[in-house]
DNA sequence: TTGCTGACCGACG
DNA sequence: CCGTCGGCCAGCA
């Protein structure tokens, strides 16, 4: 078998996707989290950045559930409204409030200890 | 092809 | 305390 059971992501995007998958609803992560998790900590824009191709994948790509360091919504303009992401969060149980997750270290779920 | 940008993070002064 | 800069990597003109 040739191979590979599965593509080992072609693309750094695609790790940054299977991962954002992986984030159970009520909880959320944040960009270095992620960054860190795949080994290239320094590269936490490139998490964001991924979240902004996110959007071009037809797969559902939970990126409202990603959040930077402080908690902040920072990408919440890129969901096609500025409050899509917190209507997204409180569907699944998380409080925003002032743009920002409310008990965000209760609900931060990390990729690579939580794995 | 080269160069710039980008939803971040951490360090430094 | 707050402002600024560097780093990292991939997509796009």
Redesign the pocket.
């Known amino acids: 078998m040739a191979g590979r059971l599965k593509k080992k992501s ?4 695609e790790n940054v996707y299977d991962v954002v998958r992986m984030i159970p609803a009520g909880r959320v992560t ?4 992620i ?2 998790y795949l080994g ?17 994948q037809v797969n559902d790509v939970p ?2 559930r ?5 908690g ?8 096609g409204g500025p409050v899509i ?1 917190k209507q997204l969060l409180e569907s699944e149980g998380v409080s925003v409030e002032n743009d920002r997750v409310v008990r965000f270290e209760e609900l931060f779920w990390n990729p690579g200890k939580e794995l």
């Not at 944040?30 to 989290?33: C, E, L, Q, V």
């Not at 320094?42 to 991924?50: E, H, L, T």
């Not at 990603?66 to 402080?70: A, S, T, W």
């Open positions: 072609d693309s750094f995007f944040s960009y270095g989290a960054a860190e290239t900590r320094g590269s936490a824009r490139m998490v964001g950045w991924a979240m902004n191709a996110a959007h071009t990126a409202h990603v959040v930077n360091r402080n902040f919504l920072t990408g919440r303009h890129h969901f992401m």
